[in-house]
């Protein structure tokens, strides 16, 4: 049975980085085609696809983040990890990571963490 | 960029009725088409993936079809419980991943 769970603060301040923990069970981020991905959604809008780590440590991003946002993953510890930089109040949303088969779909996701940025 | 356009952004029907879903994408993304369903206060939940094949457990009254830019999800016949958001999702070389902005298919 594969499960996904996230974790980290709930409330971050403008200008901090926001560090997300995704514990997993049920399957192994070194077998082949694996992914495990990070979507956030604001508050009543639609879904949006932050990062995703493959088996191989492969990386990809979304364009219009990449440039502060981090994933990182620990195969021992079954976690993919999400940094994002410079948090602003436009970010607060709720970020989910869910497992992948070759970045195709998502088939199992975390039940999501609501992340707040204010001051 | 590839830029996926979901429509209508909602659809109002009742139990019984057929529900038609439309995502189309800004250029060719295959047969690399999912579709999620998403309930309120809950995670999306995976319906189709690789534009037609339905995901474990999901009901037969879910469909999907199309290929390169246009797509379709079908409810056969709705029941109470698929009153929801859903959502269509492209996997290509670049960017990776990037969703639709969503359908809201309530009830009339």
């Known amino acids: 049975q594969i499960t996904l769970k996230e974790s980290g603060p709930t409330l971050v301040k403008p200008t901090q980085t926001l560090t997300l923990t995704c514990t997993f069970s049920?399957?192994?981020?070194?077998?082949?085609?694996?992914?495990v991905g990070w979507i956030r959604q604001p508050p009543g809008k639609a879904l949006e696809w932050l990062a995703l780590i493959y088996w191989d440590d492969d990386k990809r991003y979304s364009p219009s983040l990449k440039s502060r946002l981090t994933i990182t993953k620990d195969t021992s510890k079954n976690q993919v990890v999400l940094t994002m930089t410079n948090m602003d109040p436009v970010d607060t949303a709720t970020y989910y990571c869910a497992h992948s088969v070759y970045a195709k779909f998502f088939d199992y996701w975390g039940q999501g963490t609501l992340v707040t940025v204010s001051s | 960029e590839i830029v996926l356009t979901q429509s209508p952004a909602t659809l109002s029907l009742s139990p019984g009725e057929r529900a038609t879903l439309s995502c189309r994408a800004s250029?060719?993304?295959?047969?690399?088409l999912a579709w999620y369903q998403q309930k309120p206060g809950q995670a999306p939940r995976l319906l189709i993936y690789d534009a037609s094949n339905r995901a474990t457990g999901i009901p037969a009254r879910f469909s999907g079809s199309g290929s390169g830019t246009d797509f379709t999800l079908t409810i056969s016949s709705l029941e109470p419980e698929d009153f929801a958001v859903y959502y269509c999702?492209?996997?290509?070389?670049?960017?990776?991943?990037?969703f639709g902005q969503g359908t809201r298919l309530e009830i009339k």
């Open positions: 250029q060719s993304v295959s047969s690399y």
């Open positions: 999702q492209q996997r290509s070389n670049w960017p990776l991943i990037t």
């Open positions: 049920g399957f192994s981020l070194s077998t082949s085609g694996v992914g």
